[in-house]
Nanobody, 126 residues
Framework: QVQLVESGGGLVQAGGSLRLSCAAS??????????MAWFRQAPGKEREFGAA????????YYADSVKGRFTIFRDNAKNTVYLQMNTVKPEDTAVYYC?????????????????WGQGTQVTVSS
């Protein structure tokens, strides 16, 4: 059974930084064999794509809303994916979810992801 467990959320002031972690586990589950992504969902809004790292080359792709401020990266030895959030804004306030997909490239739609974490709350104060 695959488990994705997010951590690192909390309250941060606008302009500050935060690092989210997503620890993956499962008997044969390896993050290097999956496209990994971070999505977020603000109150009353749909879940939206934020950033992804491809399953093979490890190249990355970002939504325009976070490009230049957020960085997704992974540590294969720890089977963990991270989201470094810099220069955060109040509009970044949301529950952040880690997800894994067997698709190639940079899947951006929720239905392309088979595995999800429980989410971690990020609140940015102005």
């Amino acid at each position: 059974q695959v488990q994705l467990v997010e951590s690192g959320g909390g309250l941060v002031q606008a302009g500050g930084s935060l690092r989210l972690s997503c620890a993956a586990s499962g008997r044969t589950f390896s993050i290097s064999s999956y496209a990994m992504a971070w999505f977020r969902q603000a109150p009353g809004k749909e879940r939206e794509f934020g950033a992804a790292i491809s399953r093979s080359s490890g190249t990355t792709y970002y939504a325009d809303s976070v490009k230049g401020r957020f960085t997704i990266f992974r540590d294969n030895a720890k089977n963990t994916v991270y989201l470094q959030m810099n220069t955060v804004k109040p509009e970044d306030t949301a529950v952040y979810y880690c997800a894994a997909s067997a698709y190639h490239g940079y899947p951006k739609r929720t239905y392309e992801y088979a595995y999800w974490g429980q989410g971690t709350q990020v609140t940015v104060s102005s």
